[in-house]
């Protein structure tokens, strides 16, 4: 029985922890075994995890603390597989995998589109980043993008070769088993306008600011109530930018929720506002249940998943009119629902995970 490593910095609300978790409780379905290797074992999705996985706890606060333990468990525990995520952590991966001089394989995937990246802004880091990516990446054993816009992405600032690269996308938990008594239908009980949902960390890229001001917009024809699943530093800010805007009482800060799917099912429509993704699998999430979806035309992702506006409307980034228009469009528009589930299935933990198992032999 394979034994295969996941490496992350912790699993804390996030795409990459999202997807790393629903990847691992598919492989124990699967009769592998399974580590979960954290920088720190802490974050909302560790109790997600199947009993059968073994949490290892690096306890390293800092990145320059984690090559020395994660060395030390690779010569001790010896995994067949290493399935490493966001760099610089592959880099470390790669680096301590070869030196512990294993017969198995290390596996580097990215989620995200660098070059959009604020910290990518430094000529200085940029061009570590390339160098970094061409000394590190072609003694990785496979290289997987969760797109072709960040393949695309990481060809033109790491300098690597297309074909080096092998592009599987996200896993989704296509969660068809609803309760109405889930917190999401219970919130909307009392809400009569339209109801939009929004679903993401408070930060920077997700754009919630152009959000809240095409909402503000889009209130004035249409009678509607925006939630936004999240947590973040951003939170006050927002806050108060709602209070600015006089939207305040049609506007809910919910923080984190462990069942997205709910609020997503009980909602008219599922808005995307990034300036920039590594994937964008909100989308996905919401068309699972059937709800219409709106998004930024960002790199990389939403363009992939909704087939260039067969599934869903595009907008601009940073355009403010155009997120309200698509908004009040799709929220007046007739959707084929069963279409929206049939894309979504597309993107089944099971049937990427089969993908996984073939990059990782």
């Known amino acids: 029985m394979k034994k295969i490593a996941f490496f992350l910095p912790d699993l804390r609300c996030g795409g990459a922890e999202k997807v790393a978790f629903l ?7 699967q009769g592998f075994k399974v580590d979960m290797v954290l920088s720190k074992a802490q974050g909302e999705f560790l109790s997600e995890l199947n009993s059968q996985i073994r949490i290892v706890d690096l306890k390293a ?12 468990y690779f010569k001790s525990d010896k995994p067949d597989v290493v399935l490493a995520s966001m760099w610089p952590l592959t880099l470390l991966a790669v680096v301590a995998f ?72 996200n896993p989704v938990e296509l969660n068809t088993d609803l309760c109405p008594e889930d917190e999401g239908f219970r919130h909307w009980e009392s809400y ?45 800010d927002l806050k108060a930018l709602a209070v600015k805007l006089e939207i305040a009482e049609r506007v809910n800060f919910a923080g984190f929720s462990r069942n997205p799917s709910a609020w997503m099912a009980s909602s008219d429509l599922l808005v995307l506002s990034s300036n920039c993704e590594g994937f964008g699998n909100v989308l996905i999430e919401a068309m699972s249940v059937g709800t219409p979806v709106v998004s930024t035309d960002c790199q990389s992702g939403p363009r992939e998943i909704l087939e260039n506006e067969r599934y869903g409307r595009l907008v ?14 799709s929220l007046n528009n007739q959707h084929n629902i069963n279409a929206l589930k049939s894309r979504a299935a597309d993107f089944s933990v099971d049937k990427i995970a089969k993908q996984y198992i073939g990059a990782l032999k």
């Open 61 to 72: 606060d800092r990145i320059r603390y984690v090559f020395k333990p994660l060395l030390k």
């Open 23 to 29: 990847l691992a409780n598919e492989f124990i379905k």
């Open 98 to 169: 070869k030196s512990a001089k294993l017969p198995g394989s290390v596996v580097v995937s990215d989620h995200t589109t660098f070059s959009q990246a604020p910290l990518m802004q430094k000529r200085s880091m940029r061009w570590f980043f390339k160098y970094s990516l061409s000394l590190v990446y072609p003694f990785a054993d496979a290289i997987v993008a969760v797109s072709d816009g960040v393949a695309d992405d990481l060809c033109r600032l790491g300098g690597l070769k297309r074909k080096s690269i092998t592009v599987i996308f």
């Open 316 to 329: 601009p980034v940073g355009d403010i009119k155009a997120l309200a228009n698509a908004m009040y469009k």
């Open 192 to 236: 009569q306008g339209k109801k939009i949902i929004a679903v993401g960390a408070l930060k920077k890229e997700k754009d919630y600011p152009s959000l809240l001001e095409a909402f503000s917009l889009l209130l004035k024809k249409e009678d509607a109530y925006l939630t936004i699943l999240g947590q973040g530093d951003l939170l006050a």
